[in-house]
């Protein structure tokens, strides 16, 4: 999966995932994110093209739907 950070399109969207936006905040982690979402920190990186556990404040992830 590939991220455009040209624009708000991962590649999730184009191959039919359905995501919603998060902005990060301070304390947030991949986990726990999953978590809130029902999901896995694995989906959550891959639909937003993250090579590691890393995150940054003020950033939107699309986090991907469990359903």
Request: proline share 5%; aromatic share 4%; with cysteine.
């Given at each position: ?5 040209s624009s708000d ?40 093209g993250l090579s ?16």
């Open positions: 999966l590939v991220r455009d950070w399109v991962c590649s999730s969207d184009l191959i039919g995932g359905t995501t919603q936006p998060h902005i990060v905040v301070k304390g947030d982690s991949l986990w726990g994110l999953a978590k809130r979402y029902q999901t896995t920190p694995e989906a959550i990186r891959a639909a937003n590691g556990n890393t995150i940054q404040t003020g950033r939107t992830l699309q986090i991907p739907s469990n359903n």
